[in-house]
């Protein structure tokens, strides 16, 4: 930080609290740093010294052409591909780090910089380099790792098309496999099939990653994955077409293109056949049979790119509220309390409300994304790439969670930039101050990777078919379908009302009446609360669903009407999810003024995370109104605690100086 | 638009609207807009003629230079002058139309272009043009409007300071008279005082109308206007110091900047002195005797800045919706009733939930603009400017209005141009489809022209004192220190809840149970619902600041700790005047299809804004569970209703094809 803080005022400490004991705890930035950065904490220091280095890229960023920035920002990623930063994820034999959970670690702290690199470099590494490894075989590995790995060779991800996004199984290119020649002519036929918002397509990637129904003597066997050559010694190789996507709201660093294949001729080895095969004669081979669970497994391969965007919005989400803090206890705006000297904005009440409940909430979401991370980590450590043959119902959970924690992390990055830029006035508008930035470039988080919307319903479908094989394996038309199957009388009956309320009150004190007797600080009750309304709403969308269908109405229709309660279940799940990993990480620390700090930041959490919600509880009879009026004054009560503390809170978040910027916001007002 | 749309599904209908009769409506575009267009549709059309004649910008703000922009940006707003399009709300002898309501209804219109050319107009004729008009007299209007008016001029409004924004009352800058010379001496004491964020001011303005604190022969009368040049043949003259803001999120076709005056010395008729007056021997007059009473009735003569802001949110919001609702009815995602063809968006239940509301509310703060500005031209289309002797009662209302619309109206800006671009996916994140300059150039409006929070809590501060002349009077610490006063005994008493009931419920069908038996679509319903909420909001807070002070605690904390309650208490006080413009507005339309339909768009605002805060409604007694469920119900059935007209009513908004651009959006996925 720039200057030292002006001292924090004395804090409003209710009386009620003075009679249980209760002591304002200190926060030790360093200790709390220390905890957020977790095992990793080595990578992560890297990558801040790494972003600190190449600072200038945010400058460079305001002030470049977009052509000129776009090189910059390759220069950058190549500069920190050789620290060996971006390459974690990769076997040490190509020049990787060989750890997984490192590369996530990572790939989240880069989102403290300048976001164009970020996504640069998920491009890279992620999505291209990812789908080589985990689709491709030893073959493609010896071919392409080192090179990618060290960013001599540029690759990109060519698989949304203009007409289709989230609905992957429908793409239209084609590879269709010409035997006598043993090659793949891949034809994009019409322009909804073109590959569109292709990062790293425009200017700089010599190979791609191709998506394409395959077509073998005829037959078509579903999506699969080629990689292909489109530029030779950069220019674009003959039956390839690239267009630039030209101006983006954000993120104008890197260069997304179109692509369309006019009969591109590839040989037979470009197949990435980690999960199916096509032999010289024209065979199809594919250790899995069901052509959608084919699907489903090669995309799951791919799931680390959703746990990585996640991440980056939990962390750029950091960087806006490290800002807009320190902004707020230097600001003054008003003599509300003294006729001499104007109140700093952070001891109001109202801003209180608007920043701290989002502090705790970067807390809660930092520590469930740690969560995936360490599953992600610990599904793809297994002995070489994923088989069929692991943990079916540890990778769908992982996929479900992953889907989940990033719909949650990115909208919240979008809701907590937008709110401290408009905490910071119309000094937040000048783009040195980082929001525009920050803003303009996360805006497609909630979109990329996944839009948020379709990835609560692929929630929802694991917790509909208790992440079961055989219903993974329906098309995507079946989140309609499966309504007719038996798994809806299964979730019905696991979700009985009185069943829920009869596991929660042996866990809770007050026996039948725990809804209304727990302490509201209790987090057994906190989370009691969360996990009874997930199970209400899982069962509740089973039994609107199957009563639908058992009307015979159409399928669609049904669903159409259900999909908000679907996506509300989804979204309860998730929350609970990451409320429970919060509560985790506070449990395990000793005694001490940081696990008190924590359980304030859990507790403020928790509680308005239910507050947020506070209607649904009430409806089903969760919540009486003087107890809901409760859970909104202790929301209050809590901010008013964890103000002293607030500075701290960021400045454990660890975010390099050099990557606030703001001199105006960070040094004005005293 | 560009092609036809494909055909509209079979609506679904409850079957209890076939037994009441219901039938589905059909939307006339062309008499809907002009129900939109209103009054003023004459310039309401100059404009979005004008606006295509120069829809050129909206691409050269994507391919230009700042510099480049910001003199393209100047030269369209002075083409613009040219047709009187900017110049209605100044008097026909300078060259005006003589027409407020028409200058609000042209601003407002020009909002669905570019809002660099908007800002610029608002900087120039609204803020610049209007205080000399407003707080300078014949001589100055002599002197600058017709110039002004012709764009031949162009002026700043140098009001904000970097340490100062939302309390102006507290500015830095100091004027002082020199009696010798007969001239003020401008001067900023300090970097936290330079003006900052001016818009004009960086490459345009000649002339600037500086706010001073006023000091004559060493007494302070607080802050007073004066019309100052600060480049002579475009060089900055001496005396005054000019710094670019430099990149912002948007607008970056306003050249923003920051002034310092190091003794500038200005002519004693520099002095706007339609409120004040010095003396050439030094001696300082006004007619208003109390100096916050002065301040506020200056400032309050400012206004239309505030209706303009608001307006101009609305219609930005409308631009987005265009293009979203049509992307909708286009694009196909997912099997999900055929399995031959993907299904439409706008047929998901989701997606109709996430746009369909703001369909409908934005046709609610559209009627509610119109009741704002009309209010506006009647205070101000008296004979000459504003007196203190005219009708004070009326100007208060007005500000509070206009306050409140401004912040509602914003901040829909940010939310629908927001879920429109998610919704529209990555498409939507390109900026040749609109929503990259629709986002970044709106996000201020939420902060300029008075901060949300700020405006929210002058409305609470109207109704806790009744508009009454002497509270207004108060300073902004008054916000925390009037509560000590008699005026919270009359709010307590006039808002108790028994009165509340007892009031409602003669107005409707029920009695004493009217909350549980009024029909849903009954508009009284849903009017008495939010006339309810917001008296017994502004009586909560009343009560809660009283008892406070009367326990001797700090007005300021007291004040900090309620600060929530009392801006909640303000926004339901605008939600109230919102659906009371949408209600009188369908209920003077003839029977009809548009009513029918209207009534509808009515219906769908007022059980979401409901539905929206359900939570309080059952708190405070007035929703049990059962009908807060069926409120849910019932937006969704309305949603399904006013589907098929979708895209009907947001082309009655009568966007120019011009100003949607987004070919891929408006094209693909057929």
Redesign the interface.
């Known amino acids: 930080m720039p200057t030292p803080e002006p001292e924090a005022p004395q804090v ?1 400490v209710d009386t009620d609290d003075h009679a249980k004991g209760y002591q304002q705890p200190e926060v030790d930035v360093a200790e709390m740093r220390r905890l957020l950065d977790g095992r990793h904490h080595e990578v992560r220091d890297l990558v801040r010294s790494n972003l600190a280095e190449h600072a200038q890229v945010l400058l460079d960023q ?1 002030q470049m052409s977009t052509a000129d920035f776009r090189e910059r920002v390759k220069d950058v990623v190549v500069m920190m591909a050789e620290t060996g930063q971006t390459g974690m994820g990769f076997p040490e034999e190509y020049g990787g780090g060989g750890d997984i959970g490192a590369s996530i670690a990572a790939f989240e702290t880069l989102a403290l910089g300048d976001l164009s690199v970020l996504v640069k470099v998920g491009v890279q590494f992620g999505l291209f380099g990812g789908a080589v490894l985990q689709l491709g075989t030893k073959a493609h590995h010896d071919a392409y790792l080192a090179d990618l790995v060290s960013g001599r060779t540029m690759g990109c991800f060519a698989m ?1 098309e ?2 289709h ?3 992957v199984q ?1 793409l239209g290119t084609v590879a269709t496999y010409d035997v006598e020649a043993q090659e793949f002519v891949i034809t994009t036929p019409d322009d ?1 099939s073109r590959k ?2 292709i990062g790293n397509a425009a200017a700089h990637a010599e190979l791609a990653v191709v998506f394409a129904q395959l077509d073998v003597e005829g037959e078509r066997h579903g999506v699969h994955a080629f990689v292909v050559r489109i530029r030779e010694g950069g220019e674009v190789v003959d039956g390839v077409r690239i267009e630039d ?6 993120l104008n660093g890197v260069d997304n293109g179109r692509i369309w294949f006019d009969g591109l001729r590839v040989p037979r080895t470009a197949l990435l056949n980690q999960f199916a095969e096509v032999t010289p004669e024209g065979r199809y081979l594919s250790p899995i049979d069901n052509p959608n669970k084919r699907f489903f497994t090669m995309l799951g391969t791919l799931v680390q790119g959703r746990v990585c965007v996640g991440g980056a919005g939990i962390n750029a989400s950091k960087v806006a509220l490290a800002i807009a803090t320190h902004y707020a206890v230097r600001r003054r ?7 001499e000297q ?2 700093v904005l952070l ?4 801003h209180q ?1 608007r920043l701290l409940p989002l502090v705790a909430r970067t807390y809660a979401l930092h520590f469930a994304q740690e969560v995936v991370a360490a599953q992600l980590h610990d599904v793809f450590s297994g002995p070489g790439p994923i088989e069929e043959g692991s943990d079916e119902h540890a990778r769908r959970m992982l996929e479900s969670r992953a889907a989940g924690t990033k719909a949650l992390g990115t909208w919240h990055a ?1 809701r907590t930039i ?1 709110e401290c ?2 905490a910071c ?8 101050n980082r ?2 930035a920050l ?2 470039d996360t ?2 988080f ?3 990777e996944g ?3 379709v990835l609560l319903q692929l929630v929802a479908k694991g917790l509909l078919t208790d992440y079961a094989g055989e219903f993974e394996e329906m098309d ?2 079946g ?2 379908r499966f309504v007719a199957g038996l798994a809806v009388d299964t979730v019905v009956e696991r979700t009985a009302v009185h069943k829920l309320v009869q596991s929660v009150r042996d866990l809770l004190p007050g026996g039948d009446t725990w809804d209304q007797e727990a302490g509201l600080l209790d987090p057994r009750y906190q989370l009691a609360m969360l996990r009874f309304r997930e199970e209400h709403m899982i069962g509740g969308v089973a039994r609107r669903l199957k009563r639908g269908i058992d009307q015979k109405e ?4 049904v ?6 309660h679907v ?1 509300a279940a989804a979204r309860a799940h998730t929350e609970r999810l990451v409320l429970e990993a919060f509560v985790a990480k506070a449990a395990e620390l000793p005694d001490g003024d940081l696990k008190v700090a924590l359980n304030l930041l859990c507790d403020l959490h928790a509680l308005s995370t239910i507050e947020a919600d ?2 649904w509880f ?4 969760r919540l009486s ?1 003087t107890r ?2 409760a859970i909104s004054r202790e929301v ?1 009560a809590l901010c008013r605690k964890v103000r002293p503390l607030a500075v701290d809170l960021v400045d454990a978040f660890g975010v390099p100086e050099e990557m606030l910027r703001s001199p ?1 916001l960070l040094a ?2 005293e």
Not at 347 to 350: K, T
Not at 554 to 557: E, R, V
């Open positions: 409003e305001e949304t203009s007409g996004g989230s609905n429908a909804a569109d918002y996507c030209g101006p983006k709201m954000g705006q008003f003599e509300a309390t003294d006729p104007e109140q001891d109001y009440g109202m409300r979008t937008q830029r408009e006035g119309g000094a937040g508008y000048l783009s040195e929001f525009a803003k303009a805006d497609v909630t979109t990329f839009d948020n919307h995507q038309l989140m309609a159409d399928p669609g229709a669903f159409s009407r259900v999909q908000d996506i506070r209607a009430m409806e089903h009879g109104s809901s009026k209050n105006e004005w007002g």
